[in-house]
């Protein structure tokens, strides 16, 4: 199903935006970060969709401080 949201862990979020746990839990706190969806006791994920488009919103980001 294309459409069905695909989740990923913490852990799958830090090794696609190379960001510790720490350092993605500070940006979550500051409203940063796509929200996490809860899964239950102490469990959450992210939808991969929104943690990809998150990056190309850093790159775009760094694209237009260098132009």
Partial sequence: MPDTPHLISLND???L???SR???NRWRGLGKFPK???LGDKRVAFVRAEVEDWIVARIADRNREVA
């Fill in 36 to 38: 996490a969806v809860p």
């Fill in 22 to 24: 720490t350092a993605i």
């Fill in 13 to 15: 979020a830090c090794r």
């Fill in 17 to 19: 935006t190379s960001l």
